[in-house]
């Protein structure tokens, strides 16, 4: 029986995977489930799946999980070191790391290291340590099988094929809700606008991610890692339809491509059943309907924050991350309305021009690193907000 410990249990991906595990013609045991503060969902997730633990983000946490829980025999561990102890839990065949921030790439770092299996819908872990994870992986034999949809299209496309026969990767970007919008349309955009995506639905920071284009300039770094190549190999090109998620060009001028509908659920089952495939009961392509499929260059000027995570990249792991620091900080100032959208990218660039040059290797000190550039992105906030 496959094992499975899903952290970020509550939230999208979690949810999502937890849909597969309940839909699924394989029967999984799932071992971890996590959440940071939604013990209430989490005690009904507990009470579904029988974990042998679950961890909470703090005491307080875990004393009202109990409250909920009284006839549960799971352990309750705490905290972003109960994160980290259960990614190391007896028994467990597949993580899947879906935990926003710096917590989601401690615990998958340690998952590494211990040469499980992880799927890997934490961000953090390739923007701000990608080298220091596939360091670990490399060192410990880890496979890590990407769960977002663009790099879960890539692994496929892949498949059998080695670096030197690739030219270039083609990472599709759906546009978001301002496809079309110059810069000064966006100046006075509202956060409702930015969350009404018109293909996915996501948590509300990516979703506004989407709509800058930053999630796709993350996904460029994460792929960089994720796939060995080089900045210049990796491209994006706008396809509003998000029914091509990306595609890969080899050195002969073929491309593959993997199409489906945009619903997460299919990368995540297929991250969890890897190698193999299993029948699914989600929504398929019907291709007999007429379905136009178009391609565009991505508008860097109206959303330069992809502009800056090439740029980031060119630098290196320093400084991806500083620029998601400063863009975490940044998003959440906009959907508290302290900001503006733009505000986002601009706040971006002033953070990775002040940090971006810094030099730090060891995980603490780029974890310190991070916290500087959330430092300076807030200090920015505030003096805009006068």
């Known amino acids: 029986m496959p094992t499975l410990a899903i952290f970020g249990s509550t939230g999208s991906i979690g949810s999502q995977a937890l849909e597969v595990v309940r839909a699924s013609e394989v029967h999984y045991d799932v071992k971890v489930l996590t959440a940071w503060s939604n013990v209430e969902a989490l005690a009904t997730q507990a009470r579904e799946f029988h974990p042998e633990v679950v961890v909470v983000g ?3 946490a875990a004393e009202c999980y109990r409250n909920r829980r009284r006839d549960g025999q799971e352990r309750v561990l705490v905290g972003e070191e109960g994160l980290e102890e259960a990614a190391a839990w007896p028994g467990v065949d597949t993580v899947l790391s879906a935990v926003v921030g710096a917590a989601g790439l401690r615990l998958t770092l340690r998952a590494v290291a211990l040469g499980r299996r992880v799927a890997l819908a934490n961000k953090e872990s390739l923007v701000v340590a990608g080298d220091l994870v596939t360091e670990a992986a490399a060192a410990s034999g880890a496979e890590i099988i990407p769960v977002d949809s663009e790099h879960a299209a890539i692994f496929q496309c892949l498949a059998g094929a080695s670096t030197r026969e690739v030219d270039r990767l083609v990472l599709t970007a759906s546009g978001g809700p301002f496809l079309g919008r110059s810069r000064e349309d966006l100046a006075y955009v509202g956060v409702d606008e930015a969350m009404d995506h018109p293909n996915w639905t996501m948590g509300a920071k990516i979703t506004v991610d989407s709509a800058t284009l930053m999630n796709k300039g993350l996904e460029v770094i994460e792929a960089h890692w994720l796939f060995g190549m080089k900045p210049g190999q990796i491209h994006v090109v706008v396809h509003p339809q998000s029914i091509v998620h990306s595609m890969v060009e080899f050195v002969d001028g073929s491309t593959l491509a993997q199409l489906g509908p945009p619903d997460m659920r299919l990368p995540i089952q297929y991250a969890l059943d890897y190698p193999v495939r299993n029948r699914s009961a989600w929504p398929r392509m019907d291709w007999t309907e007429r379905h136009a499929l178009s391609f565009q260059p991505p508008d860097m000027q109206t959303f ?44 971006n660039e002033a953070v990775l021009d002040r940090l971006g040059g810094e030099e730090a290797h060891a995980l603490e000190d780029r974890l310190q690193l991070d916290g500087e550039a959330r430092i300076r992105a807030k200090e920015l906030i505030g003096k805009a907000g006068n």
Do not use: K, M, Q, Y
Request: proline fraction near 6%; charged fraction near 15%.
């Open 58 to 60: 703090t005491l307080d």
């Open 304 to 347: 330069p924050c992809l502009g800056l995570a090439f740029a980031a990249l060119e630098v290196g792991p320093a400084a991806t991350a500083v620029l998601n620091a400063a863009n975490e900080v940044a998003v959440a100032a906009f959907l508290d309305g302290r900001i503006s959208f733009n505000g986002i990218p601009d706040v």
